[in-house]
């Protein structure tokens, strides 16, 4: 089984910046690809970022994309999500999310494609 525990989110002002990090146990990323994603109050469920275990390759959404980064040590199991920026609209649970397997992932921006999440940690950024 593999286990998923974000941390490093809380109360920042907008324009200010957070890195959320996502420890992982019961399976070495190495080899995997890793998702973040958010959910707001109401909303559904939507991808933030990922990167493949192969080349590096990382994916983010149009929203994020200049501001945020994903990233990982391989050596500590731990992925991240560095924020910058922040805007209000930011503000939800953000989750880690791995696959059920190795290689490549097929859809890697939707959530049907991580089998393991974690419980998420809270991003309120007020304006």
């Known amino acids: 089984q593999v286990q998923l525990v974000e941390s490093g989110g809380g109360l920042v002002q907008a324009g200010g910046s957070l890195r959320l990090s996502c420890a992982a146990s019961g399976r070495a990323i190495s080899s995997y690809a890793m998702g973040w994603f958010r959910q707001a109050p109401g909303k559904e469920r939507e991808f933030v970022a990922a990167?493949?275990?192969?080349?590096?390759?990382?994916y983010y959404a149009d929203s994020v994309k200049g501001r945020f980064t994903i990233s990982r040590n391989n050596a500590k199991n731990t992925v991240y999500l560095q924020m910058n920026s922040l805007k209000s609209e930011a503000t939800a649970v953000y989750y880690c999310?791995?696959?059920?397997?190795?290689?490549?992932?097929?859809?890697?921006?939707?959530?049907?494609?991580?089998?393991?999440w974690g419980q998420g940690t809270q991003v309120t950024v007020s304006s």
């Open positions: 999310a791995a696959p059920p397997r190795s290689g490549r992932v097929v859809g890697i921006r939707t959530t049907t494609a991580y089998d393991y």
């Open positions: 990167d493949t275990w192969s080349d590096g390759t990382t």
